[in-house]
């Protein structure tokens, strides 16, 4: 397995819309393993393939690697002695969304800013496993923000265009900024 680069804003791949999985081989399983430990390695809770450089409708998840929350009661365990749930999601496609929930979101292509974003609470999603084989289920709350999340990067789109359309611009503006001097 390998950590791969992952791409950030105004990277002109995170804007582009991914294309559907058509052969179901090692190279995708290896694909989507590197995306697992890509996410692993830099504190994220989903992937998509967009992000690191692959047009391809493909989308990783794993909501036990995100940092405990703060406030909560006991001792925090450290995020890589916690056990992994790596979930993947080959050709994902929303069924059915209801309901609204607002969170802060953040994403590995998009360096040092969050926002609040608007989301359905309550998804249903269509998938194929890595085998090929047809799956669906329904994920609420902090999954099915994930889910929609990377639905979006599969689309060509990032959270921040959820922005008010001021707002958007002049994040973009300034993080384009950030990405020069870096
Ligand atoms: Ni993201």
């Known amino acids: 397995m ?6 950030k804003f105004p990277h002109p791949l995170l804007k582009q819309e ?5 052969r179901f081989d090692e190279e995708l399983r290896q694909l989507a393993d590197n995306m697992l430990e890509t996410m692993y390695a830099e504190g994220g809770i989903g992937l998509a393939a967009n992000q690191v450089g692959q047009l391809r409708r493909l989308v990783v998840m794993d909501l036990h690697a995100e940092d405990p929350a ?4 006991g001792e ?3 995020r890589l002695e916690r056990p992994r749930e790596p979930r993947v999601f080959v050709n994902p496609e929303l069924r059915e969304a209801s309901g609204e929930i607002v969170t802060e979101e953040g994403c590995l292509s998009v360096v040092e ?10 998804i249903v999603l ?3 496993t890595l085998e090929g084989e047809p799956r669906e289920e329904e994920f609420t709350e902090i999954a099915a923000v994930c889910l929609q999340h990377e ?3 599969l689309a060509g789109k990032l959270f921040i265009d959820h922005l008010p359309p001021l707002k958007r611009q002049l994040v973009k503006k300034r993080l384009a900024k950030l990405a020069q001097s870096a």
């Open 18 to 22: 991914a294309k559907p999985v058509t």
């Open 2 to 7: 390998a950590v791969l680069p992952v791409h």
């Open 126 to 128: 269509a998938w194929q």
């Open 151 to 153: 639905l979006d990067h």
């Open 76 to 78: 925090s365990v450290p």
């Open 113 to 122: 800013f969050t926002a609040e974003v608007k989301r359905a609470s309550r």
């Open 70 to 73: 703060e406030g909560e009661g």
